[in-house]
């Protein structure tokens, strides 16, 4: 039988938890107070306080794959700045890098040589030939939706339940019986139901062919796996077929591997040999500064080109004014040049794999229905049995108050995971007793859970 892990437990070393942390971080709580004077929340951007934490851990300094807070404690982390520092704090190349560069000037609204590189370089590793640069994934997103409408002629945009692209309103939906809704957490919607957006199951093929059929969906926007709802596999040959039927219905296929970029050198895309029309690829592009970065196809480009030169002059209503700025430019390069190497990529995926499955011995010992998944760097331990299909059996499989008293304990004892759901993702800095301090401290949490 299963163990089945009682509410009342969970509740109860929660608050143990609390404690221990208000009294190991004087100066976080005092700096907390003081924050709530001018910033909403008491924080700079308001979902920092959604971290389950009773106030906000305030960060002295990073390195490599550790973190130190205020009050001087120490932690390996594992979030890693949700993937923007996938590939380390601050690593040497980048930081002299930016040194160097912030003398030289930051931004200038044209470009350096490190644009010409960095677009070399990206289209020979994603084998896309063409590539625009922007400040966040959030804006890549954005754009690469506006440029598929204007080459397309057509409305619509299809995504997956449970996705996350960024503050991008298209995509910011829920799908429940047949219908796409707005995501109910979100704020100040005008329209009061989505009305360019579709959405539909992962891994469902019918209903991606009875969307695409209508024939007013400009493009898919997926991530190649999904993340951010836990994790979601494609099934063997989902995206094969699914890219046959985008294509066949005249769609184009925008593949997000913000994420995914965790797979391999090249993202998912480049391991499993997957064709998309359009890629966006942030966060840790630019090894953790603001940018990142949407190639497409030769095809895409030429449409792309008549679309802008067929348009009365004025403001096309993609791009920012920082967007491939010097300095972002000079990181971009510098990340793909000395940080997304074959070697760093080979040591992450062998911390992962270790760390996957001495997450699975726990999970056993104790014969919890819990299953875990890993691509390359990432992994996420869910609760449920098997692995899930869609992003309602994802969610399905959370538990707010366990998950957050499971990353309230690996806090208290030096281990940060990425909050709002159970991701663990390792640089090239993270080292076999880094790894081992996690699963010690797992391992101790489940038995004080099924004591
Ligand atoms: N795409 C994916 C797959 C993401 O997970 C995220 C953020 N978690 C974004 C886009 C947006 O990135 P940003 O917040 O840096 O704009």
Redesign the pocket.
């Known amino acids: 039988m299963p163990a089945i892990l009682s509410p009342q437990r969970i509740q109860d070393l929660t608050q143990i938890e609390q404690r221990q942390f208000a009294l190991a971080r004087p100066q976080s709580q005092a700096l907390s107070v003081e924050a709530s004077e001018h910033m909403l929340y008491g924080v700079p951007l308001h979902w920092m306080r959604d971290w389950p934490l009773p106030f906000t851990l305030f960060i002295d300094q990073a390195q490599g794959a550790h973190l130190t807070d205020v009050d001087g404690h120490r932690y390996v982390d594992f979030c890693l700045g949700?993937?923007g520092a996938m590939f380390g704090h601050a690593p040497p190349a980048l930081a002299d890098a930016l040194a160097s560069q912030v003398a030289l000037g930051m931004t200038a609204m044209l470009p350096s040589e490190d644009a010409v590189e960095a677009s070399r370089l990206l289209s020979a590793r994603f084998n896309l030939p063409f590539w625009q640069f922007t400040l966040?994934?959030?804006?890549a997103?954005r754009f690469v939706l506006r440029w598929a409408r204007a080459i397309t002629g057509r409305r619509k945009v299809l995504v997956f339940d449970g996705c996350?692209?960024?503050?991008v309103d298209d995509t910011l939906v829920d799908y429940d019986q047949g219908q796409t809704h707005w995501r109910a957490s979100l704020l100040g919607t005008t329209h009061a139901r989505p009305v360019d957006t579709v959405a539909v199951e992962f891994n469902d093929l019918a209903a991606l062919e009875a969307a695409l059929r209508s024939g007013e969906v400009a493009c898919v926007l997926a991530?190649p796996v999904m993340?951010?709802v836990g994790m979601v596999l494609p099934q063997p040959g989902f995206w094969e077929a699914a890219n046959t039927l985008i294509r066949q219905h005249g769609s184009l296929l925008v593949m997000?591997e913000?994420?995914t970029l965790s797979t391999g050198p090249s993202g998912y895309c480049g391991e499993h040999r997957l064709q998309p029309d359009m890629l966006?690829i942030?966060?840790a592009i630019g090894g953790g500064l603001p940018c990142?970065v949407y190639g497409f196809s030769a095809s895409v480009a030429s449409r792309m080109q008549n679309a802008k030169d067929h348009a009365p002059d004025g403001h096309s209503g993609i791009g920012t004014t920082l967007s491939a700025n010097l300095l972002t430019t000079r990181a971009i390069r510098t990340t793909l040049e000395s940080l997304m190497t074959t070697a760093a990529y080979a040591h992450m995926g062998q911390q992962a794999e270790s760390l996957a499955r001495g997450l699975e011995a726990h999970i056993t010992r104790h014969d919890l229905p819990w299953c875990v998944t890993r691509i390359g760097a990432r992994c996420e331990f869910q609760f449920c049995s098997v692995q899930p299909r869609t992003g309602q059996e994802a969610r399905a499989a959370m538990n707010d108050a366990l998950e957050a008293l499971i990353h309230l304990y690996l806090l208290n004892r030096g281990v940060l995971i990425t909050p709002f759901h159970n991701m663990l993702l390792v640089s090239p800095h993270t080292r076999p007793d880094d790894v081992s301090r996690l699963l010690a401290a797992f391992g101790d949490c489940l038995d004080a859970l099924c004591a």
């Open positions: 949700d993937t966040s994934a959030s804006d997103n996350y692209h960024g503050t991530e993340t951010n997000d913000t994420h966006v942030g966060k990142a």
